[in-house]
């Protein structure tokens, strides 16, 4: 048995100390010490390691061998392989992959050119899987014994309103509180949008003034001076990030930035959006953080129109994929391979389609579970995971408590953001009547009148207008600092075109575009150079995990 580590803490797990992969250790809001975990661990106490706080994972000594154990969601990024003779773990896909030398995954790889990050358990690599949800295993002298979460199932309408209401507010009041117990000066992400301010409203009122509070500021949204305005509101120490120094950075500095993005995150997010949010994040404190993320899977993120019960069907799906999941990641067609072209968006529309099929026979619920089981752990959680090494994220809506109620809540509560705002108004009625960055304040969504649905029908319209419009011109919408990474990135290699060596003879992109690219002719789409990154490294796994 082999042991090795790097980007975390360097000393290996002992019986009494185990070695948290992602984190931190918290249960209804605590942290939680290392010699319960090392119990919990050696105990094999699988569902309550998973009711852990996500992203957790953890690694420690139990009788029988080392012992690994992820947390409900599967936001951990914890990977397996096997070869002759031998099985691993790492949270590194590309180190596994480099061990099994099996090339990459063909579908997964169209998958990834399309949607931008990856579905079920697969990886871009043949041979390696991401542990499932929940998911526990033992790592003997006789190999892997792998066990699985025994969480049930979702139970959409099983919970009303109501109760939905009470039962959130109070795990979140419990869990902020908790949290301000054992934190120094945490650093809440304030957006404009709703996720934020109900945490925010969580916060005891008597905590909120000196509170420090961080918002990016991306042109063209509202966010800053919605979030600035609470902020002046409630006494919070305010920190606006801009991205206004992108182009001071040099492109051969971008290049080698996304390249190690792209590697951090095993090929499998998009780089170019990462590394410029990172780049913003060297002006912030790296110390812990509070976000809002969680608040998507209570809002039926992927509704849209009337909710009322419909059944999964091809139609239904393929919509839903082209409109809202591949409309700003999918790359440009030309830049694949011909004998690719017509089949990356069939590859993506089948994985869709049965990621959708997995989650249940109703359309609205099964729509749910897509964003839950799939968005979440493989888009969110990877780069979740991956900030936790640097900085400790706390997300009280990811607490288990919390998911269950929006997951076991009816389609119909859940959308057009009813329930959000319901809780909005229990947990704060004053900051629930304040507007929201481009829609209506929260009080509107909670119980709609006459003039609050004409409101948010003019919401919906604008924004469908806009779908459209892209549709039609097939634009991609680019991330914060896309264009000017992307295209220092492109720069840099016209000036090194041997730097594309790896992907020029794969067989996966068209030789006379990556020409036209090197030539000039083509200035290719920001997520059409984060594809092209991620390729690269991982096509060139040779150099490990970054």
């Keep these: 048995m082999w042991l090795t580590s790097w980007g975390h803490d360097p000393s290996l797990p002992t019986v009494a100390r185990p070695l948290v992969l992602a984190g931190p250790a918290r249960l209804d809001g605590a942290r939680v010490t290392d010699r319960r975990v090392a119990r919990l661990l050696q105990d094999g106490h699988q569902p309550e390691l998973a009711r852990f706080l996500p992203p957790f994972a953890v690694i420690g000594l139990a009788e029988e061998g080392l012992r690994v154990a992820t947390d409900r ?220 993320l969680g608040g998507e899977v209570a809002r039926g993120f992927y509704y849209v129109g009337p909710v009322r019960p419909a059944p999964v069907d091809r139609r239904r799906s393929d919509r839903l994929a082209r409109w809202r999941m591949l409309a700003n990641e999918a790359v440009a067609p030309e830049a694949l391979h011909t004998r690719y072209r017509r089949a990356a968006e069939d590859v993506a529309l089948d994985a869709i389609h049965a990621a959708l099929v997995a989650g249940g026979s109703e359309w609205f619920s099964a729509t749910d579970d897509l964003y839950y089981r799939h968005r979440m752990p493989r888009w969110a959680g990877l780069a979740e995971t991956v900030a936790s090494t640097s900085r400790t994220i706390v997300n009280p809506m990811l607490d288990p408590a919390f998911i269950r109620v929006a997951r076991d809540l009816a389609p119909r509560d859940k959308g057009h953001a009813r329930f959000l705002a319901r809780l909005q108004l229990e947990l704060d009625p004053a900051l629930a009547a304040l507007p929201l960055e481009g829609r209506p304040a929260p009080e509107t969504f909670a119980y709609p009148g006459p003039l609050s649905l004409v409101r948010r029908a003019s919401t919906q319209s604008r924004l469908g207008i806009r779908k459209v419009k892209q549709r039609a011109t097939r634009a991609r919408r680019p991330p914060a600092g896309g264009n000017v990474v992307a295209t220092a990135v492109t720069h840099h290699v016209r000036e090194h075109p041997a730097l594309l060596g790896p992907v020029r003879d794969a067989g996966w992109f068209d030789q006379g575009w990556l020409t036209d690219v090197l030539s000039g002719s083509v200035n290719p789409a920001p997520h059409t150079v984060a594809f092209l990154m991620n390729m690269l490294v991982a096509l060139d796994a040779r150099n490990g995990p970054r």
């Design 73 to 292: 969601m599967g936001m951990s990024q914890v990977f397996l392989g096997a070869g002759p003779g031998w099985e691993a773990v790492s949270t590194s896909a590309r180190l596994l992959h480099l061990l099994l030398d099996q090339g990459l995954d063909e579908e997964a790889v169209l998958l990834q050119s399309q949607l931008g990050w990856q579905l079920f358990e697969h990886t871009l690599y043949s041979g390696v899987t991401k542990l499932a949800p929940g998911e526990s295993l033992t790592i003997t002298d006789d190999g892997v014994r792998r066990r699985p979460d025994t969480d049930g199932p979702a139970a959409p309408g099983s919970t009303r309103l109501g109760d939905a209401v009470d039962r959130a507010s109070t795990t979140l009041r419990r869990f902020t509180t908790a949290l301000l117990e054992d934190t120094d000066d945490p650093v809440l992400q304030l957006t404009g949008g709703m996720d934020s301010r109900i945490i925010l409203s969580s916060v005891p009122a008597a905590r909120r003034a000196g509170l420090r509070a961080m918002t990016l500021d991306v042109p063209g949204s509202r966010d800053t001076s919605v979030a600035g305005a609470v902020a002046v509101r409630y006494g919070l120490t305010h920190q606006v990030v801009t991205l206004d120094g992108l182009r001071s950075v040099s492109a051969g500095e971008w290049f080698d930035r996304v390249r190690s993005t792209a590697a951090a995150h095993d090929g499998m997010l998009n780089p170019v959006a990462k590394a410029a949010t990172e780049w913003a994040e060297e002006s912030v404190d790296q110390g812990s953080r509070l976000g809002g």
